[in-house]
C-alpha cells in the first residue's frame, strides 16, 4: 500500500531537517514527496553543528523559500559556523513569502557578544531578498529568544521593511534597553495591522499610549512588558491611562514580567488596578506577601497565570489560599518555593479551569518539575 503523496508529506513535515535529509535517501518517491510545499511550511532549523555549510541545509537550500513560518535556533554562539549557517537559513528563507520569523539563541554567550553579526544579517535579509521586498509578507516576528541587546536601528528598519506586521516582540530580557519610545511610536506608524506587541516598559510613553489610542488603529490584542531597574527612571503609566487603553481595546490582555533588579517600592506603581492583566511573573527571590494580596485585589477577573519566584513562609500560604479563592480563571500557578498542602488544595478545588501547576511542599532538586491534570 502506497500513501497519496499529501499524506507523506504531512508525515515529513513532522521531521527536523536532518531527518527530512535522511528519509528523502530512503527511495526515489520519498526524495520527490520531500519538495511538497506542506513538508516546508512549518519548520524549526537548529544551527548546532559547528559547520558553515550543513550537509542536510545544503541538500535542501532550494526548498527553503517554501517556508512560510520559520523557527531559527542558534546553539553555542561562540561558534561563528553557527552563526554563519543562521545566517544563510535566513537569506534562503526570505527570498520566498516568509510570513512568521522567530530567531533564538541556546547555550552560553560569549563575553563582550554584542550580536552584530546576527542584527546585521537579519537586516541584509529583509532587505536584499531577491524578486520580493523583504519582509514585506512578514506579518509575525520574535526576537525574545535572542541574548544580546537589540538596536533601535534594527527595530526601525524591521517596521520599514514589514508594513504588514501584526506582531512583533522584542522584550528579549537583556539587561539594557535601547529602544526609546519614538521608536516605538515610528513602528506603530509604520505597521498600522499590529496588534501584538513585546516591549521593555522603558519602551512605553504618553506618546506611544495616545498612537494606540488612534480611532483609525486596528484593535490591540496583546502587550507583553518585560520590567527591568531601568524602568524606574521612567514615569510610569497611570492607571487612568491603563483604563482608557482597556476602553478603547476592550479585547486586550497583558503581559507582565518584574524582575528581581526592579526595586521592590517600584512594583505598585507598575501593577495598576486598571492593566487587563493576564499573565504575571513576579521574579524577585524575597518576600511577596503583599504584592500577592495586590494581585487577588485588583486581577481576579481576568488572571490565567501567575508565576513567583519568592521565599516561604505561613502569610505566604495564606495570601496564597486568597489568591485562590479568588481568581477562579487561573490556569497556571507556579509558585518556586515551598508551600503547604492546603495551598496546593485551594487552587486544585478553587481553579477549575487550572492544568498545569508547580506547588511543591518539600524541597527537590532543580529543576523543580510542574504537574499537569489530565
Same mark, same amino acid.
Request: charged share 20%; glycine share 4%; proline share 6%.
Given at each position: 500500500?502506497?500513501?497519496?503523496?499529501?499524506?507523506?508529506?504531512?508525515?515529513?513535515?513532522?521531521?527536523?531537517?536532518?531527518?527530512r535529509?535522511?528519509?528523502?535517501?530512503?527511495?526515489?518517491?520519498?526524495?520527490?514527496?520531500?519538495?511538497?510545499?506542506?513538508?516546508?511550511?512549518?519548520?524549526?532549523?537548529r544551527?548546532?553543528?559547528?559547520?558553515?555549510?550543513d550537509?542536510?541545509?545544503?541538500?535542501?537550500?532550494?526548498?527553503?523559500?517554501?517556508?512560510?513560518?520559520?523557527?531559527?535556533?542558534?546553539?553555542?554562539l561562540?561558534?561563528?559556523?553557527?552563526?554563519?549557517?543562521?545566517l544563510?537559513?535566513?537569506?534562503?528563507?526570505?527570498?520566498?513569502?516568509?510570513?512568521?520569523?522567530?530567531?533564538?539563541?541556546?547555550?552560553?554567550?560569549?563575553?563582550?557578544?554584542?550580536?552584530? &553579526?546576527?542584527?546585521?544579517?537579519?537586516?541584509?535579509?529583509?532587505?536584499?531578498?531577491?524578486?520580493?521586498?523583504?519582509?514585506?509578507?512578514?506579518?509575525?516576528? &520574535?526576537?525574545?529568544?535572542?541574548?544580546?541587546?537589540?538596536?533601535?536601528?534594527?527595530?526601525r528598519?524591521?517596521?520599514?521593511?514589514?508594513?504588514?506586521?501584526?506582531?512583533?516582540?522584542?522584550?528579549?530580557?537583556?539587561?539594557v534597553?535601547?529602544?526609546?519610545?519614538e521608536?516605538?511610536?515610528e513602528?506603530?506608524?509604520?505597521?498600522?495591522?499590529?496588534?501584538?506587541?513585546?516591549?521593555?516598559?522603558?519602551?512605553?510613553?504618553?506618546?506611544?499610549?495616545?498612537?494606540?489610542?488612534?480611532?483609525?488603529?486596528?484593535?490591540?490584542?496583546?502587550?507583553?512588558?518585560?520590567?527591568?531597574?531601568?524602568?524606574?527612571?521612567?514615569?510610569?503609566?497611570?492607571?487612568?491611562?491603563?483604563?482608557?487603553?482597556?476602553?478603547?481595546?476592550?479585547?486586550?490582555?497583558?503581559?507582565?514580567?518584574? &524582575?528581581?533588579?526592579l526595586?521592590?517600592?517600584?512594583?505598585?506603581?507598575?501593577?495598576?488596578?486598571?492593566?487587563?492583566?493576564?499573565?504575571?511573573?513576579?521574579?524577585?527571590?524575597?518576600?511577596?506577601?503583599?504584592?500577592?494580596?495586590?494581585?487577588?485585589?485588583s486581577?481576579?477577573?481576568?488572571?490565567?497565570?501567575?508565576?513567583?519566584?519568592t521565599?516561604?513562609?505561613?502569610?505566604?500560604?495564606?495570601?496564597?489560599r486568597?489568591?485562590?479563592?479568588?481568581?477562579?480563571?487561573?490556569?497556571?500557578?507556579?509558585?518556586?518555593?515551598?508551600?503547604?498542602?492546603?495551598?496546593?488544595?485551594?487552587?486544585?478545588?478553587?481553579?477549575?479551569?487550572?492544568?498545569?501547576?508547580?506547588?511543591?511542599?518539600?524541597?527537590?532538586?532543580?529543576?523543580?518539575?510542574?504537574?499537569?491534570?489530565?
Amino acid at each position: 500500500m502506497e500513501f497519496p503523496e499529501e499524506v507523506l508529506a504531512h508525515i515529513f513535515s513532522y521531521l527536523s531537517v536532518t531527518e527530512r535529509d535522511s528519509a528523502s535517501a530512503v527511495c526515489k518517491r520519498w526524495s520527490q514527496s520531500m519538495s511538497h510545499p506542506r513538508v516546508w511550511r512549518y519548520t524549526e532549523i537548529r544551527c548546532e553543528t559547528g559547520e558553515q555549510e550543513d550537509p542536510a541545509l545544503q541538500h535542501f537550500s532550494s526548498l527553503l523559500p517554501l517556508v512560510r513560518h520559520l523557527k531559527i535556533t542558534v546553539s553555542s554562539l561562540s561558534d561563528p559556523a553557527n552563526r554563519s549557517a543562521a545566517l544563510s537559513v535566513l537569506r534562503l528563507a526570505t527570498s520566498g513569502p516568509l510570513q512568521t520569523l522567530s530567531l533564538s539563541c541556546s547555550g552560553g554567550v560569549p563575553l563582550f557578544y554584542s550580536g552584530h &553579526d546576527l542584527e546585521e544579517g537579519l537586516e541584509a535579509a529583509l532587505t536584499t531578498a531577491p524578486e520580493h521586498v523583504g519582509g514585506a509578507f512578514l506579518s509575525h516576528l &520574535d526576537l525574545r529568544g535572542v541574548p544580546f541587546t537589540l538596536s533601535q536601528s534594527l527595530v526601525r528598519v524591521l517596521a520599514r521593511q514589514s508594513p504588514n506586521l501584526r506582531s512583533l516582540l522584542v522584550n528579549n530580557q537583556t539587561l539594557v534597553c535601547k529602544v526609546e519610545p519614538e521608536a516605538v511610536v515610528e513602528v506603530l506608524g509604520l505597521c498600522p495591522l499590529l496588534n501584538r506587541l513585546g516591549l521593555f516598559y522603558t519602551s512605553l510613553s504618553q506618546k506611544v499610549v495616545d498612537e494606540l489610542l488612534l480611532p483609525q488603529r486596528c484593535p490591540l490584542l496583546a502587550i507583553e512588558l518585560f520590567c527591568e531597574r531601568f524602568a524606574k527612571y521612567v514615569p510610569p503609566l497611570e492607571d487612568n491611562v491603563w483604563a482608557g487603553l482597556k476602553h478603547r481595546h476592550p479585547g486586550l490582555k497583558v503581559s507582565l514580567i518584574l &524582575d528581581h533588579t526592579l526595586p521592590m517600592d517600584h512594583f505598585s506603581s507598575v501593577l495598576q488596578p486598571s492593566v487587563p492583566l493576564q499573565h504575571l511573573e513576579l521574579l524577585t527571590f524575597t518576600d511577596l506577601v503583599q504584592q500577592t494580596h495586590l494581585v487577588t485585589q485588583s486581577y481576579s477577573h481576568a488572571l490565567e497565570t501567575i508565576i513567583l519566584q519568592t521565599t516561604s513562609s505561613p502569610e505566604l500560604d495564606s495570601a496564597l489560599r486568597s489568591l485562590a479563592a479568588a481568581c477562579s480563571h487561573l490556569r497556571e500557578v507556579h509558585c518556586y518555593c515551598v508551600v503547604s498542602c492546603d495551598v496546593v488544595r485551594a487552587f486544585k478545588d478553587c481553579c477549575p479551569h487550572l492544568w498545569r501547576y508547580t506547588l511543591k511542599t518539600r524541597k527537590e532538586p532543580h529543576p523543580w518539575r510542574c504537574t499537569v491534570i489530565k
